[in-house]
């Protein structure tokens, strides 16, 4: 009975500390690559909240190599100084498709993934290879191009309408928690600045 019990209050205890990270698994969101969660708020240069406004891919002269060059409009800055409301953000990969019908995909090259007219929360730095759009004097590019490189939001039923995930298994079910967890992990504590940008939709 003894040991029955000191088991059940262990297992409270790791689950009360595991609720107040508000981590969670969600299947198939998970990062696989070489950077710890704390790693992304340290070592990224930015971290800002944008949804993709428009996407054009190129490739390099001998079609061996394709971009994603996506105009990016800006809500909010996390870490980081960015002078601009919209941006060119620019990943290695994308879909080279036919201009002529029948349309089909003639080369294919993995990127970090993004959705259109989505929030997204990106973690991000300076591009260092080519660009495309001269429209736009910020040019950045993914810190990691990988899957799940990145916090998504996405609508959920209950108390609250949406919740935040991606990276190696983060889940927040509320702002102020990503906000909570973000500063937590960051060694400069004063690098971590919410700044509004813009509004959606404006």
């Known amino acids: ?43 990224a240069e930015f971290i800002f909240e944008a949804e993709i406004v428009s996407t054009e891919n190129y490739t390099n002269e001998d079609t061996t190599r ?19 409301d919209t941006i060119e953000f620019v990943r290695n990969g994308g879909e080279l498709v036919s201009e002529e019908p029948p349309y089909f995909v003639i080369f294919k090259e993995y990127r970090a993934q993004l959705s259109f007219n989505e929030r997204t929360i990106i973690f991000a730095k300076k591009r260092e290879g080519r660009t495309f759009n001269n429209n736009y004097s910020v040019k950045l590019e993914p810190f990691e191009n990988s899957k799940n490189s990145a916090l998504y939001y996405s609508e959920c039923p209950g108390e609250h309408n949406f919740i935040i995930y991606g990276l190696d298994n983060l889940y927040f079910k509320t702002f102020s928690d990503f906000q909570e967890y973000a500063k937590e992990q960051m060694d400069d504590k004063d690098s971590f600045h919410p700044k509004k940008k813009i509004a959606f939709g404006s």
């Open 1 to 43: 009975m003894k040991k029955t019990i000191i088991l059940l209050a262990t297992l409270f205890i790791g689950l009360n500390s595991f609720g107040q990270k508000k981590i969670d698994r969600i299947y198939g969101y998970i990062y696989y690559g070489k950077y710890t969660n704390k790693d992304f708020f340290n070592k």
């Open 66 to 84: 394709v971009y994603s060059s996506s105009v990016m409009k800006i809500s909010h800055i996390y870490k980081g100084e960015i002078d601009a």
